[in-house]
């Protein structure tokens, strides 16, 4: 199963940091965002990896190269302007391939263990779902019995990790351009065609300066 690695956002909300380095170059204990996702899917057998790109683009791809050094192979999908999340990976399916794959948002840090995704899925999308983080308390869909709904009533939300494995299916129709991919997911839950779980572990969306201290606080209590 391939991976893809979303990393084509600007960061506005973590300036200055931002102005002159790509947001998953951004270091956590001293090491880049994305070189943690690059290392733990490594170590989960994930080989084959696409990273998408935008904003000073050109800098994730002289940092990390071919992906050699991490044990991968790395193709990129550079965008120029931001696609948004559904429209970048639309971009890239040609370098995905027919089967699924995992997809995982290049701005978050968790200690989630990749190797559970490497299986195959029943419908369109499986989502990674988390608590919700004090930025986002009410949460996005519910997970009942392995299914993801949107707008169960009397059901809690989860918030969607940013961790997913997704079929290319799940674009048919799709054209070239910006979307998001928000719109995809909620049709495919209409029909029955989206499972889920729940991320049992750390897990920070680094969208501000303090949720970046935050992860650097948990990777400095891990060593």
Known sequence: ??????????????????????????????????????????ACGFTEIVINHAWLGQQIEDYLGDGSRYGVSIQYSPEGEPLETGGGIFRALPLLGDSAFLVVNGDIWTDYDFSVLHQPIAGLAHLVLADNPAHHPTGDFSLVDGQVHDGQPDTPKLTYSGIAVLHPHLFEGCAAGAFKLAPLLRTA???????????????????????????????????
């Open 189 to 223: 839950m209409a029909q029955g065609q989206v499972t889920g779980e729940h991320l049992s572990g750390h897990w920070v969306d680094v969208g501000t300066h303090e949720r970046l201290a935050e992860v650097e606080t948990l990777i400095e209590a891990s060593r």
């Open 1 to 42: 199963m391939k991976a893809m690695i979303l990393a084509a956002g600007k960061g506005e909300r973590m300036r200055p940091l931002t102005l002159t380095t790509p947001k998953p170059l951004v270091r956590a204990g001293g090491v880049p965002l994305i070189e943690y996702h690059l290392r733990a899917l490594a």
